[in-house]
Structures are given as C-alpha cells and as structure tokens.
C-alpha cells in the first residue's frame, strides 16, 4: 500500500515510542500511555463556554463536558462518545476538535466520559450512553437544545456506542434522532473482511490488536 509521507512519519514517531503490545502489559500501563495522546497541548480554539457536570448513570456517576458555541437557545445538539476500543482515551485528548466542531458547526456537543473495559464491559459503557442521549432530551430546554435537531456521533469504539443507542432509541422511541455521524465505526466483530486481512499489521492499529479490544468488551 502506498502511503502518504506524513503517514509514513507518523508510524515511524510511533513505532519510535516502543509501546508494548496490548496483550502484553497491564491495562494501566496502556492508559497512562495513552496520555501521550492529550491534546491539550496543542492551541484551544476560544468558545463560548465548556461546563464540566456530572450526571447520574444507571451505575456509577458520569462526568460529561457541555461546549456552547454561543448563548443562543434552540440550537441543534451532537451526544459525542469517543473512541479507544471502549478500553482506553478520555475526553482530554478530544478537546481541541469538540471546541472547533462546536463553534465551526454552530451546535452544542455533550461529550461523556463512558466507565471502560474490561473493568466495566458491556453492557456499562453502552448503558452509561444511552444514559446520556436520555440526560439530554430531559434537560433540552435548560440546555438551550432543539429536542428536534439532537443527534449521535463517535469514533471507533464511540461509533460503535453511537449507533447502538441510535438502535435503542429507535426501540425506545425516546426521541426522533436527527441524525447519527459514524466515524470510522467498530460495527463489525468478524476480523474476515478483506481490510481486517490485508491490512492486519504495520499500520498503526492491528487486527488482533482489534480483537483484543472486542474481547475486553465483551
């Protein structure tokens, strides 16, 4: 596969860091490794306001962020779940692009900090999820958010939460979504597919690196 230089760069900074292999260091160490990802380095982009709650879960108290591009009311919403193989990341290192999303799209984001395999495998982290999208339709107009215009969206493991709530909603009937955004979502459990097996090493995030994860979830 022919791969852009800046690719190429980046898998050479990674493999620099010598970082071991999923299955073979405790879970702690590949979370504090994670760090390493903290965005928060990098500049801030100026929004209106980012509030920090907590909200109550089916078991276990949630911190979620709440970032307001401005103060107006009726404003459409995205409930972000982020990626990390529902085992590792944290709101940190999403900061820099939920402010730009934010203000550039002109829409409130409440991003949750979900509990995380294999400590709390599935069904918690779904749940805490679905939790969140609940949170928000009862508190839409506090929140200045159109119950309307309110939709789900994640990376990776968060794609996969994503369209899971968008699937319990749909049973539900909570609410009408609006829409969900899918980012590169974890939708498929079978590592068969002809990308899981031509690509399965030496770009960045391996196959069984991939089943590793599904089994700490699961």
């Not at 596969?1 to 702690?28: D, F, G, H, T």
């Not at 994503?162 to 979502?185: C, E, G, H, M, W």
Request: hydrophobic share 45%; glycine share 4%.
């Amino acid at each position: 596969m022919s791969l852009k230089p800046e690719i190429i760069q980046y898998l050479a900074q990674r493999a620099a860091l010598n970082l071991p292999a999923l299955w073979a260091a405790p879970v702690a160490t590949h979370r504090a490794n994670s760090q390493l990802n903290v965005a928060l380095n990098q500049p801030l982009m100026d929004i209106y306001s980012v509030e920090h709650k907590s909200i109550a879960g089916p078991t276990s108290n949630l911190p979620i962020r709440i970032y307001r591009p401005n103060d107006k009311k009726d404003l459409p919403a995205l409930i972000f779940f982020h990626g990390g193989g529902w085992v590792l990341n944290f709101l940190d290192i999403y900061e820099p692009a939920l402010r730009k999303l934010s203000n550039l799209a002109e829409i409130v984001i409440v991003a949750v900090e979900y509990q995380k395999a294999p400590e709390h495998p599935f069904p918690a982290p779904f749940d805490d999820c679905y939790a969140t999208l609940t949170w928000v339709v009862t508190n839409a107009q506090q929140l200045g958010v159109d119950k309307a215009a309110i939709g789900v969206v994640g990376d990776s493991a968060g794609g996969n939460l994503a369209s899971a709530v968008a699937v319990k909603n749909r049973d539900t009937q909570l609410i009408d979504l609006a829409f969900q955004l899918l980012i590169y979502p974890c939708n498929e459990i079978s590592m068969n597919y002809a990308s899981a097996v031509d690509n399965a090493d030496n770009y960045g995030l391996t196959t069984k690196s991939m089943r590793w994860f599904w089994e700490q979830y699961l």
